[in-house]
């Protein structure tokens, strides 16, 4: 089975999306499918136009095409599919929920992408998405398209010797004691806003860990915390090493307002940290509050979580072996498996033995 993982603008997507990729396609190796990662012959879409021109294709060839973003690059490739009758896998990261509160006027045009996201992914043949929650997101565009939820995993390998690094980042950033931290993207819908809020009702030391914008792209919002921060808050700008912040920090903290699952609170699972979240739907289906993590409404529920760990090293140790068995849940080989059984669905009924 030879399989088009197509990552529109890859090498300028950073965060959930572009490790959801390249979990995928590291899954699929392990899992023995050869995976092409661009559509285009010669790897760019003027290479590929010059041989269109010169009589060739413009497409390499593969069995299943499976794409993870929804741009312009992505629609080319869902058309080239449909003629050719290849089945069509498009990956529903994107919703016009978890749009908003990013960039500089994102809130104002996602209530337009919405129907844009309607009619791309009504094309496909399988609609893959996260999670339940974001499956039921999409029913309500309505998108009729079958909907499968496969989680994006996490890679558990990626991770290792995230310990190593806890003395020097810690050192590079000032950081003492129980260190509350975040991972990813800096956004207000990640929870921004709270993060730093809550920080001001506490004496510990906070750090996001992630690259976020300077230029005419950021959000007020993020304008003002990043240049601005509470004495306890450190943002860091982008990490080379993702391990750098898992080593350093102690307590995940993600008040995020809107999410299709949370690969980053996922590896702070797998890293045996424990993890506090805004108790917001998707996470009912994935986590558990008491057993692997403590899930909050309210500043001052966040702020009393803290202290409760702060105090309780025993509680933080149980929450953190149980988030570790969480993660385990959502083994990149479980990905794998998963994502060859839908593959492997779309082509036994384009063959007709379905």
Known sequence: MRVLDYLELEGRIRGGIATATRQQRKALDAAGVDVVESPWVGDDPLDAGKSRLTGGSAFMEYDVAHCNLVGPGSVAVARHAKRNDIPLVLHAHVTAEDFGESFRFTSQVAPALRPYLRWFYSQADLVLCPSEYTKGVLREYPVTTPIEPVTNGVDTESLSGFESFREETRE?????????????????????????????????????????????AASETVRRWTTDPPENVTFTGWMDDKRAAFGAGDV???????????????????CGKAVVVRDIPVFEEFFTHGEDCLKCETEAEFVDALDRLAENPDLRERLGENAEETAAEHSLERVGDRLVEQYERLLERQSGTA
């Open 172 to 216: 590079r950033f000032d950081l003492d004691g129980m260190v509350v931290f975040c991972v990813g993207e800096v956004f207000e819908r990640k929870g921004l806003t709270t993060f730093c809020r809550v920080a001001r009702g506490t004496d510990y030391d906070f750090a996001w860990f992630g690259h976020y914008e300077e230029g005419p």
């Open 252 to 270: 995940y903290l993600f008040p995020t307002k809107d999410e299709n699952q949370g690969i980053a609170a996922l590896e702070a699972m797998a």
